[in-house]
């Protein structure tokens, strides 16, 4: 069993900045990929970044490529999402979940999930 714990969410005007965090406890998630998606009112979950723990090969979505980072810190067992010049369609729930195998975007392959962190970006 592996726990996640997601934080750093807020509320931040359009062009800023916040760091997102995903406390990871339980068995060992050194051969677990880790995810980043959200999910906005009335919309689908959507694939944000992965990344792979061991490598750190990451993958992201178009629309956050060059404006947000995943990245992981094994020795607290902790995943992190960078996001830079946020927009207002950035607003959702955001997620931290892991799986077992290879990093893929379809949420559905993920076994773990946390509770989810707020972002909000006014305009």
């Known amino acids: 069993q592996v726990q996640l714990v997601e934080s750093g969410g807020g509320l931040v005007q359009a062009g800023g900045s916040l760091r997102l965090s995903c406390a990871a406890s339980?068995?060992?998630?050194?051969?677990?990929?880790m995810g980043w998606f959200r999910q906005a009112p009335g919309k689908e979950r959507e694939f944000v970044a992965a990344?792979?723990?061991?490598?750190?090969?990451?993958t992201y979505a178009d629309s956050v490529k060059g404006r947000f980072t995943i990245s992981r810190d094994n020795a607290k067992n902790t995943v992190y999402l960078q996001m830079n010049s946020l927009k207002p369609e950035d607003t959702a729930v955001y997620y931290c979940?892991?799986?077992?195998?290879?990093?893929?975007?379809?949420?559905?392959?993920?076994?773990?999930w946390g509770q989810g962190t707020q972002v909000t970006v006014s305009s």
């Open positions: 990344i792979r723990w061991s490598g750190g090969s990451t």
């Open positions: 979940a892991a799986r077992g195998g290879p990093a893929t975007s379809w949420w559905g392959a993920y076994e773990y």
């Open positions: 339980g068995r060992t998630v050194g051969s677990y990929a």
